[in-house]
């Protein structure tokens, strides 16, 4: 193993830049030369890569966002697309590349993977916490404490004027960070694309806990089934004319921000590591955490299996509602 080269890919995620980091401070160590490729698999299919030095990653285990750059690329999901990557990763003597990003940058790491003989490593960088195989993915833990401080500052407007407040929060087809927040947060309610919820039964719920109460907070999830905040709040608005609604769509906000202490020792452990098993021979992998031990799945079932939130919580929360 001479020569790494990393991307990161899809949603940017705090914790992204100290993974960067440490693959790059680990290859260091080990006298391997690290490659950054700019805007993830674009940049792979543009050749816009280049050697990194310790200065490259200086200074930046603190930062948001990712230094490297990411987007989201529909060329790569064509094998035409992914040949041209491939033949730049020969060109320029990769013997291995590490892959951070979610589910989507795992499918085309998987494909990539079946058409070249390069060593891959995946690790999971993305907020929405939805990949199966680890119990936090890099990002997360930022995430739900940006959402958590966005939502006690609403709980002071929503209790002064009694209101009923829809808060929607990132996740396309994952309820993670809604269900977390909600929990972190002391909402009395909410809605995840994992769980079916009755309009009815929220209505009643809604009016049971806002008797005598000072206003109250809805979690809502991007892709629950009522298509967010906005959608619902509309539904049940007919049911609730006695009460003042609002929504607040928190939006990119969550993506931002310096990492979380959690997820700067995840990205670091789990960085270091993809290096160590590259070394080591191995490939199609992707590292995750279970509880403070790292440990490793094939990318093939990282993608294919589903990582789904604990459903208790709902439970959870609907006695925590009781009066
Ligand atoms: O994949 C992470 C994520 O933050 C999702 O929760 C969200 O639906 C999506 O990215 C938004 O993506 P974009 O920034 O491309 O609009």
Redesign the pocket.
Known sequence: MKKIALITS??DSPGMNACIRAVVKTCLHYKITPFGIFDGFQGMIDGRGFEMSYLDVDNIIQRGGTILGTA?CKEFMQVEGRLKAIAYLKSENIDGLVVIG?DGSFTGAYHLGQEMNIPIIGLPG???NDIYGTDHTIGYDTALNTVMEAVDKIRDTAASHHRIFFIEV???DAGFIALNSAISSGAENVLIPEKHMDIEKLVRDIKIHNKGRRGSIIMVA?GDEWGGAIELMEKVKPFLPDYDLRYSVLG?IQ?GGSPSAWDRIIATKMGSYAVELLMNGDTNLMVGIQGDNLVTCSIEQGIKENASPNLNSIKLLAKLRTK
């Open positions: 899809g949603g989201r979610g993305t907020i929405d990132m996740g396309r991007e990119h993506r």
